[in-house]
Every structure is written in structure tokens, then in C-alpha cells.
């Protein structure tokens, strides 16, 4: 009797909430800890970055104006998607970076419980960092936090999943939607990631999941106008400076490092807008 | 008054009402501030701050160059080593309390060579820029031994030493908005104002000194945007600045990849939106207080006016006859409510974009008031007909220039409103509420003012979205800018 052949798995891009090849039809070969063949992913272009970004502004309206609560019920979903997943996510994980089969699983673990987290913020977020201001005069005054639109992310380069998560999953959180780059050398947990959201209900295009070159999709998603922010996590010094630098023209926030252990608001008070107004109060 | 003809109005006249410039007790040089001391440039160069309302000459201030904002920087640095990260929260706070009281003690004084300086009337320099830039000090005051509680965790900690950049339109202000959370954060400062107005922060100054502020802990280096460029490039924790956004675009890239922290105050370009159901006499005030308020020198000024179409009519008609009573002039009068421009650069901008404006095709109405001979002004200008591809309608002015739209629906409202680059302010009147929670939750940007415009308050936070910048100045959320969070 024969053995089974398998069927293997085509890697590709995560735009608008379907799954394209890049539109330059490139593909790259990923390779495990060991140099041992894993899979071709789909190479991503500036076009491809470009059509990202379109979908992302459009569906981050959509996501934000979900009920807090709702957008909550989307990620804990996301983190249950994951859940059913985890062994595969720690197969992918443990070769990208060389991983004990329980080491792999115990950042699996961590992962998903950081999606939790996060979930639980999306109807906390404005209260914590919100408020009624004092003012003088008949005024009631209010701050609340908005999103800042479109977030693109450079998801770390070593950690595969586990900074990634945390790095997408705190803008989605407060109402953005995110355009992220994957680790370019490890980038199959983050195509896995992108599959689950595609069943968890999120908004088609609220995440978006691009493989490829960093050096050359970098540039084009912080030089564009249309991203607000920005999550420089994965990139080294020399190219986040350059990065910076092009964010700059358009006044991009920027975001350097934030340790995905740290329990602070600081990545979920990165990409939000205080919004202040002010009223009349009279008879 | 409504009813009368406006010919009626205009010929009544008022006796001029001028405070004594003497008041302002100026000097004719004022020095750096570094270290505690009043010093001269290291190079011993100097730049004259004119009255643009006379264009005579107030005093010869000290211009910082390289050596010198090296050697502020150094200062704050030593202050924050040796002294300021050891004082405690209640002993920073008392300094601030200190400072509050000593500006409302000299506001008299602060405020007349405020107008000298600026040119802005000397009642909004009395009645806002000065007690507000005390209220920032006691406002922010109160946080510094209460930092734990802010919400930013346990024991949150200063950054460091901070370089500030602030504007010519609010000079004492704006200086208080960047030094009293600063402080109270426990950060050290260098500031660094406007060129043209640099006397009212080294008048603040001395109350630093009177208010025994251990020296080093602020610092003051006046001059030109070279000055501001070497703060910008000395070995600052924090740059926060106010001004332009090609300015701020100019600092972010010049901070990228320095790990240094920034927040950026910039341009706008605010809508004020009318909504039919709105009182008119009411609307009437608040567009005026939205542009004309500061020689429309404000980065949230409504210099957008978005009008219902079914009321434009009538909003315009009144709006020109409340524009006509407005009283140009001597900004030392206290019947002025409107004065001069900061400057010949400034007023040369305004002319340039308002002839833009009739070249693109709006129409021009200009306050017939009567302009003094000497000095720089500008008499309150509506443009309507405006489209939004003019450069009136997307270009900040900076000037009392307003330019009118029209719109139908609440949600042309909103398109018309987003449709700029910026995102500061906006304004919206109506009487139903629930509209206008509507408009202000779709409205991209950092502060609405729903039936008023142009309030400020110690305990709001102000700052823009997008291209107006990043950051909070104000409120709970201002720390924010200073902590190490």
C-alpha cells in the first residue's frame, strides 16, 4: 500500500478579508530553524501595500463603529479560533524559532491569553483613559479616546506570533485597523493568525497580513499618507530611524518597542486620539 | 441694537480707554536665562522685538546661538541630576503654587506687555492669556504630588530635560501649557519662545527667580529658528513643540530614530458648522470669537464656516454687520477688540492667501473700519463663495480671514468638515443635541466646541489629530506628554 502524499499548504495574503497571491505573482521560500525547506509565501509588493491600506481605511469605520462590547466578542473569538489551532500555531511557531515542543506551546499559550487581555479592553479602554473635565463656566466637558485610523505594523523579526499578537492586537483593540507586515524570515504563524481573524467575525480588512520583503514594504507603508500610525517593533535601528523619518512627512505616530510582557497601557494608549468636546449647558 | 441701521452704530463713538504702556515696565535689553541668571549671548549678539502696532522698537533681547543653548541644556541638565528628580512632589508642587500666585500679583503688568509685544488687545491678554497661564500653574500644580494617581501606573517617572518651542500668538500661555505639567512631572526645562515676542517669558522668568525655583530647573533662550533648531539638536529627553506643521514635520524627522520623546501642537484649519435650528444672534458671536479672537493668530481658529444652506442668508447678512462693529486698533485700548498682526512677515502671508482668494474666485468683504497709519494690520476679512479646492479653504491664514461654505445635510457637514489635512478643532452649533454628538463623534479632530468656540481650560486637554499634530496639553492627559510612560 502506498503512503498517503499530503497536501500542502499555499501561504498567502491576508487583504480586505481574502486571501490573495501577491499581485506581482512573486513568491519566497521560508526556511525552519534549521535551514530545512518549510514553504513558499507570497512575496508582497508596494501595490500590494498600497491595496492593504485602502482596505483597512475602509473597514476601520465599520470596525469602529461596532458596539465596544461587540469588537470585545470578536477577539475573544479570535483568541478561541486560536485556541482550536494552538497545536498547529506551536508546530509553526517551534520551527520558525527553533522551539521545545513545550516551549512553543507555552508562548502559544501566552499568545492567546494576550488576545484575552486585549479583548477585554475593547469596552474599557474609554472609561480608564477617558474622562469628564472640570472646566469653568457652564460647560459639560468630556474626553474620550479615538482611534487613530490605520496602523501599520512591523511585526518583531525573531518573535513569530507572540509580539506580533500583542503589536495587533492593542490598535484593534481601540477601534483601528492594522496593516501588518509580517517577521520576513518567519512569517507563517502571522499567515495562520490572519486565516483565524478571517473566522472570527472581524470586519473583512481590519487586519491585514502581508508577507515579504521588509526592506521593501517598510518604506511604502510609512511613507503613506493614508497610515496614522505606526509600530516599528520589528524593525533594527538603522531602518527605523529611515522609517521615522519617512512617517514624519505626514505626521505619523510612531511606536518603538514596547515589550509584549509589560502589563502598562502604553501600546493601547499608542495609537488613540484624546477627543475632547465641549458643551453648552444652559436652559 | 439688532434693529438699528448700521449706519446708526458705526457713527457712535467711543473715547479711547488706553493702559499705560508704562505699566509694562520694560527695559531696553533682556538677557538669556541660564542657570538661574540673566546672561548675555556668549557671542554677544542681539535682535531687536518691535510694537507691531507702532512698529517702533521695544528692546534689544539677547540671541541665542549654538554655545548657549549647549550651555542651557547642560543647566537643565544639572538641575535635574542634583536637584529637581531629588525635590519631592509636595515641594514641586508648592514651587508651582508659588509661581501661579506671582503671576496673578504682576498680571497687570504681564498682560500690558503682553499687547506691547503681540499687538493683541490688552483685554484678552487681560482677561485670558494671563489668568489662564496662572490657572495652568495652579492646576498643574495640584498633580505633582499626586502623580501616582494619575493613571499612568505607580511611581510614573520625569523624562528628563525637556526642550520647548512655543508660538508667538499666546507667548506667557503657551509657556505656561509646556512649563507647569513639565514641571510637575518633574522635568527640567529649556524654553525657547518666539522670536518676535520673547519679553513676556523673560518676565516669567523673574517670577521663576522670585518664586526661588532652584536654578537650572527652567531656562530661557531667546532668538530666532536657529535657536530653536539647536534645541531641537542638543541631547533633550522630550522636544515639545508648537507652531507650524512644515515646522513640526521638520523636528519629527529630525527626532527619528533618536528615541527622543516628542509631542507636536500645529496648524488648523477648524470648521465651524451652522446648523439651521441654531440661535443666530448666538452663531453670530461665536464665528466671530472663532476667527477674530487674536487677530485670528489662534492654530484652532474657525476659519471654516460651514453654514446650513437654508440659513447661509441670513447668518452672512448679520455676520457683515456684526463684522463692521468690530473695533480695530490701538491694542493698548481697552475698547480694541481687534489688533494688530504679529508681524510684517505675517501680515505679508495673510495679504498673499487672501489675494489668492479673489484670484481663485471667492468674494471679498472687507470690514470698512478704519486702519491705523503706522503698524501692521489687517481688517477683518469674509470670503464666500469659497471652494474647498481654494487655498483659503485648506491653507492655514493665520489671520482674522474667514472663509464660508455652505452644506445641506449633516453628513456634507461632516465631509466638508474632515476634508483638510489637519485636525484640531471644529465647532458646531444646534440646538438638538443628539445631532450634534452625531457630528462631533465623526468630526477628525482633538477639541469640538458644540454652541461655543475657542474655550480653554487648564483642566481640558487640547491638541490636534492627523496633520495638527500629536499629544495633549491640559488635563489629566497632559502628564502624559512628561512621564516616562
Same mark, same amino acid.
Request: aromatic share 8%; net charge negative.
Given at each position: 500500500?502506498?503512503?498517503?502524499?499530503?497536501?500542502?499548504?499555499?501561504?498567502?495574503?491576508?487583504?480586505?478579508?481574502?486571501?490573495?497571491?501577491?499581485?506581482?505573482?512573486?513568491?519566497?521560500?521560508?526556511?525552519?530553524?534549521?535551514?530545512?525547506?518549510?514553504? %513558499?509565501?507570497?512575496?508582497?509588493?508596494?501595490?500590494?501595500?498600497?491595496?492593504?491600506?485602502?482596505?483597512?481605511?475602509?473597514?476601520?469605520?465599520?470596525?469602529?463603529?461596532?458596539?465596544?462590547? %461587540?469588537?470585545?466578542?470578536?477577539?475573544?473569538?479570535?483568541?478561541?479560533?486560536?485556541?482550536?489551532?494552538?497545536?498547529? &500555531?506551536?508546530?509553526?511557531?517551534?520551527?520558525?524559532?527553533?522551539?521545545?515542543?513545550?516551549?512553543?506551546?507555552?508562548?502559544?499559550?501566552?499568545?492567546?491569553?494576550?488576545?484575552?487581555?486585549?479583548?477585554?479592553?475593547?469596552?474599557?479602554?474609554?472609561?480608564?483613559?477617558?474622562?469628564?473635565?472640570?472646566?469653568?463656566?457652564?460647560?459639560?466637558?468630556?474626553?474620550?479616546?479615538?482611534?487613530?485610523? =490605520?496602523?501599520?505594523?512591523?511585526?518583531?523579526?525573531?518573535?513569530? &506570533?507572540?509580539?506580533?499578537?500583542?503589536?495587533?492586537?492593542?490598535? &484593534?483593540?481601540?477601534?483601528?485597523?492594522?496593516?501588518?507586515?509580517?517577521?520576513?524570515?518567519?512569517?507563517?504563524?502571522?499567515?495562520?493568525?490572519?486565516?483565524?481573524?478571517?473566522?472570527?467575525?472581524?470586519?473583512?480588512?481590519?487586519? %491585514? =497580513?502581508?508577507?515579504?520583503?521588509?526592506?521593501?514594504?517598510?518604506?511604502?507603508?510609512?511613507?503613506?499618507?493614508?497610515?496614522?500610525?505606526?509600530?516599528?517593533?520589528?524593525?533594527?535601528?538603522?531602518?527605523?530611524?529611515?522609517?521615522?523619518?519617512?512617517?514624519?512627512?505626514?505626521?505619523?505616530?510612531?511606536?518603538?518597542?514596547?515589550?509584549?510582557?509589560?502589563?502598562?497601557?502604553?501600546?493601547?494608549?499608542?495609537? =488613540?486620539?484624546?477627543?475632547?468636546?465641549?458643551?453648552?449647558?444652559?436652559? | 441694537?439688532?434693529?438699528?441701521?448700521? *449706519?446708526?452704530?458705526?457713527?457712535?463713538?467711543?473715547?479711547?480707554?488706553?493702559?499705560?504702556?508704562?505699566?509694562?515696565?520694560?527695559?531696553?535689553?533682556?538677557?538669556?536665562?541660564? +542657570?538661574?541668571?540673566?546672561?548675555?549671548?556668549?557671542?554677544?549678539?542681539?535682535?531687536?522685538?518691535?510694537?507691531?502696532?507702532?512698529?517702533?522698537?521695544?528692546?534689544?533681547?539677547?540671541?541665542?546661538?549654538?554655545?548657549?543653548?549647549?550651555?542651557?541644556?547642560?543647566?537643565?541638565?544639572?538641575?535635574?541630576?542634583?536637584?529637581?528628580?531629588?525635590?519631592?512632589?509636595?515641594?514641586? *508642587?508648592?514651587?508651582?503654587?508659588?509661581?501661579?500666585?506671582?503671576?496673578?500679583?504682576?498680571?497687570?503688568?504681564?498682560? !500690558?506687555?503682553?499687547?506691547?509685544?503681540?499687538?493683541?488687545?490688552?483685554?484678552?491678554?487681560?482677561?485670558?492669556?494671563?489668568?489662564?497661564?496662572?490657572?495652568?500653574?495652579?492646576?498643574?500644580?495640584?498633580?505633582?504630588?499626586?502623580?501616582?494617581?494619575?493613571?499612568? +501606573?505607580?511611581?510614573?517617572?520625569?523624562?528628563?530635560? $525637556?526642550?520647548?518651542?512655543?508660538?508667538?500668538?499666546?507667548?506667557?500661555?503657551?509657556?505656561?501649557?509646556?512649563?507647569?505639567?513639565?514641571?510637575?512631572?518633574?522635568?527640567?526645562? !529649556?524654553?525657547?519662545?518666539?522670536?518676535?515676542?520673547?519679553?513676556? !517669558?523673560?518676565?516669567?522668568?523673574?517670577?521663576?527667580?522670585? $518664586?526661588?525655583?532652584?536654578?537650572?530647573?527652567?531656562?530661557?533662550?531667546?532668538?530666532?529658528?536657529?535657536?530653536?533648531?539647536?534645541?531641537?539638536?542638543?541631547?533633550?529627553?522630550?522636544?515639545?513643540?508648537?507652531?507650524?506643521?512644515?515646522?513640526?514635520? !521638520?523636528?519629527?524627522?529630525?527626532?527619528?530614530?533618536?528615541?527622543?520623546?516628542?509631542?507636536?501642537?500645529?496648524?488648523?484649519?477648524?470648521?465651524?458648522?451652522?446648523?439651521?435650528?441654531?440661535?443666530?444672534?448666538?452663531?453670530?458671536?461665536?464665528?466671530?470669537?472663532?476667527?477674530?479672537?487674536?487677530?485670528?493668530?489662534?492654530?484652532?481658529?474657525?476659519?471654516?464656516?460651514?453654514?446650513?444652506? *437654508?440659513?447661509?442668508?441670513?447668518?452672512?447678512?448679520?455676520?457683515?454687520?456684526?463684522?463692521?462693529?468690530?473695533?480695530?486698533?490701538?491694542?493698548?485700548?481697552?475698547?480694541?477688540?481687534?489688533?494688530?498682526?504679529? *508681524?510684517?512677515?505675517?501680515?505679508?502671508?495673510?495679504?498673499?492667501?487672501?489675494?489668492?482668494?479673489?484670484?481663485?474666485?471667492?468674494?471679498?468683504?472687507?470690514?470698512?473700519?478704519?486702519?491705523?497709519?503706522?503698524?501692521?494690520?489687517?481688517?477683518?476679512?469674509?470670503?464666500?463663495?469659497? $471652494?474647498?479646492?481654494?487655498?483659503?479653504?485648506?491653507?492655514?491664514?493665520?489671520?482674522?480671514?474667514?472663509?464660508?461654505?455652505?452644506?445641506?445635510?449633516?453628513?456634507?457637514?461632516?465631509?466638508?468638515?474632515?476634508?483638510?489635512?489637519?485636525?484640531?478643532?471644529?465647532?458646531?452649533?444646534?440646538?438638538?443635541?443628539?445631532?450634534?454628538?452625531?457630528?462631533?463623534?465623526?468630526?477628525?479632530?482633538?477639541?469640538?466646541?458644540?454652541?461655543?468656540?475657542?474655550?480653554?481650560?487648564?483642566?481640558?486637554?487640547?491638541? +490636534?489629530?492627523?496633520?495638527?499634530?500629536?499629544?495633549?496639553?491640559?488635563?489629566?492627559?497632559?502628564?502624559? $506628554?512628561?512621564?516616562?510612560?
Amino acid at each position: 500500500m502506498s503512503e498517503r502524499l499530503d497536501v500542502r499548504k499555499t501561504y498567502k495574503l491576508l487583504v480586505g478579508g481574502a486571501f490573495p497571491r501577491s499581485e506581482s505573482g512573486r513568491s519566497y521560500e521560508i526556511v525552519d530553524a534549521k535551514g530545512r525547506f518549510l514553504a %513558499n509565501v507570497a512575496q508582497a509588493s508596494r501595490k500590494d501595500v498600497r491595496d492593504a491600506v485602502v482596505a483597512a481605511r475602509s473597514a476601520q469605520r465599520a470596525w469602529w463603529s461596532l458596539a465596544p462590547s %461587540n469588537r470585545g466578542q470578536v477577539l475573544y473569538r479570535l483568541a478561541e479560533m486560536a485556541e482550536a489551532r494552538a497545536g498547529e &500555531l506551536a508546530e509553526q511557531v517551534g520551527r520558525a524559532e527553533g522551539l521545545r515542543a513545550g516551549e512553543a506551546r507555552a508562548s502559544v499559550g501566552r499568545s492567546i491569553d494576550r488576545l484575552v487581555w486585549y479583548a477585554g479592553w475593547c469596552d474599557k479602554v474609554a472609561q480608564v483613559l477617558g474622562s469628564q473635565n472640570p472646566v469653568a463656566g457652564p460647560y459639560f466637558n468630556f474626553s474620550v479616546p479615538v482611534p487613530s485610523g =490605520v496602523v501599520g505594523v512591523l511585526a518583531d523579526q525573531a518573535s513569530s &506570533l507572540e509580539a506580533l499578537v500583542d503589536a495587533v492586537a492593542a490598535p &484593534l483593540a481601540t477601534g483601528n485597523a492594522v496593516v501588518a507586515l509580517a517577521s520576513e524570515t518567519r512569517p507563517i504563524p502571522a499567515v495562520l493568525l490572519g486565516e483565524m481573524s478571517a473566522t472570527s467575525d472581524l470586519v473583512p480588512g481590519a487586519l %491585514n =497580513v502581508l508577507t515579504g520583503r521588509t526592506g521593501e514594504l517598510a518604506p511604502v507603508l510609512a511613507s503613506h499618507e493614508d497610515v496614522d500610525g505606526l509600530d516599528l517593533g520589528g524593525a533594527e535601528d538603522d531602518l527605523a530611524g529611515e522609517l521615522a523619518a519617512l512617517a514624519a512627512e505626514t505626521v505619523t505616530r510612531v511606536l518603538r518597542g514596547a515589550d509584549p510582557r509589560d502589563r502598562s497601557l502604553k501600546r493601547l494608549r499608542a495609537f =488613540v486620539e484624546t477627543s475632547t468636546v465641549w458643551h453648552t449647558i444652559g436652559q | 441694537m439688532d434693529d438699528r441701521p448700521a *449706519s446708526t452704530v458705526s457713527a457712535l463713538e467711543y473715547d479711547p480707554a488706553p493702559e499705560s504702556a508704562a505699566v509694562a515696565r520694560l527695559r531696553e535689553s533682556y538677557g538669556l536665562f541660564v +542657570g538661574g541668571a540673566f546672561v548675555e549671548a556668549a557671542d554677544g549678539a542681539t535682535f531687536e522685538t518691535l510694537n507691531p502696532a507702532t512698529e517702533e522698537p521695544l528692546a534689544r533681547v539677547a540671541q541665542a546661538g549654538e554655545a548657549d543653548v549647549v550651555a542651557a541644556v547642560a543647566a537643565a541638565r544639572r538641575a535635574y541630576d542634583k536637584v529637581w528628580r531629588k525635590t519631592t512632589g509636595p515641594q514641586r *508642587s508648592k514651587y508651582l503654587f508659588r509661581i501661579a500666585r506671582l503671576i496673578q500679583e504682576r498680571s497687570r503688568e504681564l498682560a !500690558v506687555l503682553e499687547s506691547l509685544d503681540n499687538g493683541k488687545p490688552i483685554r484678552e491678554s487681560r482677561d485670558l492669556d494671563v489668568p489662564l497661564a496662572a490657572a495652568h500653574f495652579f492646576y498643574y500644580a495640584g498633580w505633582a504630588d499626586k502623580l501616582d494617581h494619575a493613571g499612568f +501606573g505607580p511611581d510614573p517617572r520625569p523624562l528628563g530635560v $525637556a526642550g520647548q518651542i512655543i508660538p508667538w500668538n499666546f507667548p506667557l500661555l503657551m509657556a505656561a501649557w509646556k512649563l507647569a505639567p513639565a514641571l510637575a512631572a518633574g522635568n527640567t526645562c !529649556v524654553l525657547k519662545p518666539a522670536e518676535t515676542t520673547p519679553l513676556s !517669558v523673560l518676565v516669567l522668568a523673574e517670577i521663576l527667580q522670585q $518664586a526661588e525655583l532652584p536654578d537650572g530647573v527652567v531656562n530661557v533662550v531667546t532668538g530666532d529658528g536657529s535657536a530653536g533648531a539647536a534645541l531641537v539638536a542638543s541631547p533633550v529627553d522630550k522636544v515639545a513643540f508648537t507652531g507650524s506643521t512644515e515646522v513640526g514635520k !521638520v523636528i519629527q524627522r529630525r527626532l527619528a530614530g533618536r528615541g527622543t520623546r516628542l509631542t507636536l501642537e500645529l496648524g488648523g484649519k477648524g470648521a465651524n458648522i451652522v446648523f439651521d435650528d441654531a440661535p443666530i444672534d448666538e452663531v453670530v458671536e461665536g464665528i466671530v470669537d472663532g476667527i477674530f479672537f487674536n487677530q485670528g493668530h489662534v492654530c484652532c481658529a474657525g476659519s471654516r464656516l460651514l453654514v446650513q444652506e *437654508s440659513v447661509a442668508e441670513e447668518v452672512l447678512h448679520r455676520l457683515r454687520r456684526r463684522v463692521d462693529q468690530l473695533r480695530v486698533g490701538d491694542p493698548l485700548d481697552k475698547n480694541t477688540d481687534v489688533g494688530a498682526i504679529n *508681524s510684517a512677515a505675517q501680515l505679508e502671508k495673510i495679504r498673499e492667501l487672501t489675494d489668492w482668494g479673489e484670484r481663485e474666485g471667492a468674494t471679498r468683504y472687507t470690514s470698512p473700519c478704519a486702519l491705523p497709519e503706522r503698524g501692521y494690520w489687517f481688517a477683518p476679512t469674509v470670503f464666500t463663495e469659497v $471652494a474647498q479646492t481654494h487655498r483659503i479653504a485648506r491653507e492655514e491664514v493665520f489671520g482674522p480671514v474667514l472663509s464660508v461654505l455652505t452644506f445641506r445635510t449633516p453628513e456634507e457637514a461632516v465631509a466638508k468638515a474632515n476634508n483638510t489635512t489637519y485636525g484640531l478643532a471644529c465647532g458646531v452649533w444646534s440646538e438638538k443635541g443628539s445631532r450634534t454628538l452625531w457630528v462631533a463623534e465623526r468630526l477628525r479632530a482633538g477639541v469640538v466646541w458644540a454652541n461655543t468656540y475657542n474655550r480653554f481650560d487648564p483642566a481640558s486637554p487640547f491638541g +490636534g489629530v492627523r496633520e495638527s499634530g500629536f499629544g495633549r496639553e491640559g488635563g489629566r492627559h497632559g502628564l502624559e $506628554a512628561y512621564l516616562d510612560v
